[in-house]
Structure formats: C-alpha cells, structure tokens
C-alpha cells in the first residue's frame, strides 16, 4: 500500500503530467484573459448608458417636485390674480384720494374760472404717488412723461386682453354648439328609436341660443337656432331667425352664399306651411320670390348639388299650389329640373342616399301634378281638393 502512493507521486513528478499541468494554465490563463478584454469593452460601452440612467433616476424626483409646485402655481392663478387686482385697486384708490385732496376746492373768494389743481399742490401729490421726480419746475414735466409711456403700456395691455377674452368668448361659443349638436344628434336618434325627442331638441335650442348670445352677428349659431326653431314647430321665429341670416350672409363670398341659399329655400318652405294652414295666397306668392331669389344666387360649389335641387323641388310645390294660369305647368318644368340634378347625383354616387331620397319625392310630387293636369284635383294623401292649393309638403 505504501509503496502504491509513493508510486503515484513519482508519476506526478514526471515532465509529461508537468507539461499537462501548463498547457492547461495557458489555457485558462488565455480565457480570462478575453474575459477582462470583454468585460472592459462592456464596461466603455455601459458606462454612459448607467451614467444616463443614474441621472434621469436622480432627475425624476426633482423634476416631479418642480411639477407639483408649477402645478400648485398654475391651480393657485385664480386667487392671486385676485390678489393682485385687489391690490392694484387700493394703489388706484389711494392715488385718486390724494389727487382729490389737492383739489381747488371752490370757496367764495376764488373767481369762476379758477383752476380745479394749481401747481404746488399737484406737484405734491405727484411727488406722493411716486410720479414726479424733481421738486423744480419739471417736476410736472417728468411727471407727464412718466404717466404717458405708462397709459401706452396699458393701452397694449388692454389690447391684448380684450384679444384673450374675445378667444375665451369664442371657445365658449364652439362649447355650446358642441352641447346643442349632441343634443340634437340625442334627440334625432329618440325619433329614429320611434320616442319623442322633443326634451332633447329643446335642449339643443338652449345651448344654440347662448351660443347666439355670445356673438349675434354668429352665422353658424344663428342657422342652428334656426333650424331647431323649425323642427320645434316655431314657425315664426324660424322665418325672423332665417330672414336675419339672409341678410347677415348677403356677400359676395361662396361659404355665405350657400348659407344664404338654405335661408331662402327654408323661409320658401315656412311660407308654404303657412298657406296651407291659412290658404293666403299672398304668402304662396312672397315664398316663390324667396326661391327665386335663391336660384340667382347659387353659388358654384352647390351648383348641380343637393340645395340647389330641393329649392327646385320645393319651388315645384310652391307652384302647384298657386291659383294662377300655367302655374302647374311651371310646377312641372321645376320637378323636371330636381329630378335630372338629383339623377345626376345617382350617377355619380354623390351624396347617394339623400338623391334617391329626393328623386323618389320629386317623381311622387309629379304624379300628383299629372293628375291636377288631367282634373283630378285629389291628392293621394285624402287632403281636401286643390281650391289655389295642393298637398301640403312636409318639412325636411
């Protein structure tokens, strides 16, 4: 057994196992050695990338303080504005009670054309409010200087505020016409659901009318209240509302123009309600000059268009109605003139489902006008004989 062991501690001795022994340190000497290259490459390359992220780390809480104070600034605006103004408004006031106190006050001695400040007295108030600079004779000079540039600053001031306000006033606009929109969509999806949405048109005329309210000289709004005045039944202040708009949009500009156009055909067609709840054939006769109107004033980009066909088609309802020679056959050439704008429509896949509407509308008033040509003065809907009238039209 002893002599096994000292056997295999010559073996270990040998310049075989030796040389084993290095190689295998060489080797592992080599891998460490492009372990550290590697790891110091690593290092250049991530240091900066930890350097970075360190910082941005160090930064958050920082850059969140400084929010939450920009944040508790900007809500605390209000009150100091309030504060400010409170404070201006106690310099202005001491600044007047001083100028009075100087003040001439009339006494029987001094003559009717005595002067309400003379100089000392004023120089001393001046000096006071911290606006004359001098007790010389400029004193009053400097002063004026002084007050002038300040009067020009605020003059820009004021500009500039009454800029703000009109921008504030307009987001207020836009934020009712966004409220009545959405009550008018509310309430146009009741009616399709087969509800009322009266509640919801009402509404929808509220937020128009404050919207109105802001600017009447609003276009826009002024159509909006309009049309929900209409649809409420409120013919007469639809047509005042709509004549407003007529003249408000008498200009020579296309957007106008068209807005122009759809006020005409709309009064056009409250003219023609009324008729038939009165049978006043002077009504017929003033809704006739409004489409007419309407038709010289179509502006290129509604020619061949939607408006541009229903005030044909309504001005072909308005004809037939009237107790007037030919009236039924102008009645015809208007229908004839919707429908071939309305089948152009169709061709063109423009505004498809309103121009199949319409088309199917105008070819039914049509037939109701060939049976007037040929004595038969019955509408289809059971309304009592054409006496200078015809079948009511609805309101779109």
Not at 42 to 71: D, M, R
Not at 188 to 208: H, M, P, Q, S
Not at 212 to 231: K, S
Request: proline share 4%.
């Amino acid at each position: 057994m002893v002599w096994g062991v000292w056997t295999f501690v010559a073996d270990a001795t040998t310049p075989e196992v030796f040389n084993i022994f290095k190689v295998l340190s060489d080797a592992i000497s080599d891998q460490l050695a492009k372990v550290s290259v590697w790891i110091a490459s690593v290092k250049h390359t991530v240091e900066p990338v930890t350097w970075l992220l360190g910082s941005f780390l160090a930064l958050v809480p920082g850059s969140f303080a400084i929010y939450k104070w920009v944040y508790y600034r900007y809500s605390r605006l209000p009150e100091r504005l309030d504060d400010m103004l409170e404070k201006e408004e106690r310099r202005l006031q001491d600044a007047r009670n001083k100028l009075f106190a100087m003040m001439e006050k009339a006494r029987p001695p001094k003559s009717f054309e005595a002067p309400i400040f003379v100089v000392p007295s004023l120089g001393r108030a001046l000096r006071q409010m911290k606006w004359a600079r001098w007790r010389n004779g400029r004193g009053l000079i400097s002063a004026n200087e002084s007050l002038q540039a300040a009067l020009d600053d605020i003059d820009g001031q004021l500009r500039y505020w009454d800029e703000k306000h009109a921008n504030y006033r307009r987001q207020q606009a836009t934020a009712y016409l966004l409220k009545g929109a959405i009550a008018a969509a509310n309430g146009t999806k009741i009616r399709t659901d087969g509800k009322d949405g009266l509640e919801n048109n009402r509404e929808a005329l509220v937020a128009f009318s404050k919207a109105l309210e802001i600017d009447e000289n609003d276009a826009q709004a002024l159509e909006y209240v309009a049309h929900q005045q209409r649809i409420l039944g409120m013919l007469d202040e639809a047509f005042q509302s709509y004549s407003r708009l007529e003249q408000l949009t008498n200009k020579p500009e296309p957007d106008a123009a068209l807005v122009r156009l759809r006020a005409l055909r709309y009064m056009g067609e409250i003219l023609e309600r009324k008729f038939d709840a009165t049978n006043i054939q002077a009504r017929l006769t003033l809704a006739k000059t409004n489409l007419q109107q309407a038709l010289l004033i179509v502006p290129t980009i509604a020619r061949d268009d939607l408006d541009h066909a229903f005030v044909h088609r309504v001005l072909a309802s308005v004809e037939m109605k009237r107790n007037v020679p030919n009236a039924l056959h102008l009645a015809t050439a208007q229908c004839f003139l919707a429908e071939r704008i309305f089948l152009d429509l169709i061709r063109r896949k423009r505004n498809l489902k309103e121009a199949e509407a319409g088309l199917s509308d105008v070819r039914n008033l049509m037939e109701t006008i060939n049976r007037l040509q040929n004595g038969d003065n019955t509408p289809d809907d059971g309304t009592p004989p054409r006496n200078g009238g015809g079948e009511p039209m609805s309101l779109n």
